[in-house]
């Protein structure tokens, strides 16, 4: 499946958290380590709860987390 | 690997023993002819149908604790069903040019296998769920 426009940067912020566990953050996000698995490798775009819920979980602002990349065809 | 999947996984190795346990006791016991006369082999494959149900509906019902099932799982859940359809439209084709083809000379299909169809195609169902399951976690990595 190819990589989607929406970018994160989940692993990074999850480093910056004293290196928070993807179990922890899975847990903070409500949702199971398989998908910020997914998330963290692009494979996976969130509803627009998770990605709340994940920026939440790091204390920063949806477009901390995620971006939305313009590609021209 | 996800709780779904695990279960989708379990499912499916449950469903083929359940399938291939329902098709040794109607060959064991004597096919088509056995299962019109002797009600003793009609109750063991009625019991396997609903023991393998009841199976299948316990594992699925622990998926009902909290966090075991997110938004992605459910993703992957909602589409499931395509599989299911064309293993039961695959499933009805293949019985009904078999019935056809077996019993042209003769005109009418014996009574039986009305039964007989509606088994193969609940068993295919719980099986082409598993694996509908298990081929979306396969494609969204």
Redesign the interface.
């Known amino acids: 499946?190819p990589n989607t426009r929406v970018k994160n940067r989940i692993r990074r912020l999850r480093f910056d958290h004293n290196e928070m566990t993807q179990e922890e953050l899975a847990?903070h996000a409500?949702?199971?380590r398989?998908?910020i698995i997914?998330l963290e490798?692009g494979?996976?775009v969130?509803?627009i709860?998770?990605a709340f819920q994940i920026a939440r979980a790091f204390r920063v602002t949806l477009e901390e987390v995620f971006q939305y990349e313009e590609t021209s065809k | 690997?996800?709780?779904l999947?695990k279960r989708a996984l379990y499912s499916l190795a449950i469903g083929i023993v359940w399938g291939i346990a329902i098709i040794v006791v109607f060959i064991a016991k004597g096919g088509v002819t056995a299962y019109t006369e002797d009600t003793a082999m009609r109750m063991i494959v009625y019991g396997l149908l609903i023991g393998g149900l009841l199976a299948y509906c316990i594992m699925m019902a622990t998926l009902r604790k909290p966090?075991?099932?997110?938004?992605?799982?459910k993703l992957i859940m909602s589409r499931a069903p395509i599989v299911q359809l064309w293993a039961v439209f695959i499933s009805l084709a293949v019985w009904s040019i078999a019935l056809t083809e077996i019993y042209w000379d003769q005109g009418q299909i014996p009574v039986i296998f009305p039964y007989l169809v509606f088994m193969s195609l609940f068993i295919v169902n719980v099986l082409a769920k598993s694996i509908g399951i298990l081929i979306g976690y396969w494609?969204?990595?």
Not at chain 2, 67 to 73: F, L, M, N, P
């Open positions: 499946m847990n409500g949702c199971t398989q998908t997914a490798q494979k996976y969130p509803s709860t998770l | 690997m996800a709780p999947q966090g075991q099932v997110d938004e992605r799982d494609r969204e990595g």
